[in-house]
């Protein structure tokens, strides 16, 4: 599977992005789709999965901010990011979790929030 992911930058508190993911050249079956952050210093978490029936997860901290969606047509990821925050502030990296063949990861994406 390969991602191509967009959308990161530079933006102030507040503020709002959307981040793309599209997977293409994908052999296998996807179950879901999602985004993982690191921040500086700290360890890699998940911000936000949509799997094949509709159902999200987000982590506490971005709920009622943040909204993913998919275009299981494209298989491509959405993730928009209203009323950022510095705390936001980290690299974005795209996930494919596949049925039977474990996870793929995407380059990932900076997102930077000024205060």
């Known amino acids: 599977v390969q991602l191509q992911a967009s959308g990161g930058g530079l933006v102030q508190a507040g503020g709002s992005l959307r981040l793309s993911c599209a997977a293409s050249?994908?052999?296998?079956?996807?179950?879901?789709m999602g985004w993982y952050r690191q921040a500086p210093g700290k360890q890699r978490e998940l911000v936000a999965r949509?799997?094949?029936?509709?159902?999200?997860y987000y982590l506490d901290s971005v709920k009622g901010r943040f909204t993913i969606s998919r275009d299981n047509a494209k298989d491509t990821v959405y993730l928009r990011m209203d009323s950022l925050k510095p705390e936001d502030t980290g690299v974005y990296y795209c996930?494919?979790?596949?049925?039977?063949?474990?996870?793929?990861w995407g380059p990932g994406t900076l997102v930077t929030v000024s205060s």
């Open positions: 949509i799997t094949n029936d509709g159902s999200t």
């Open positions: 050249e994908s052999k296998f079956s996807i179950k879901g």
């Open positions: 996930n494919v979790l596949t049925y039977w063949n474990g996870d793929f």
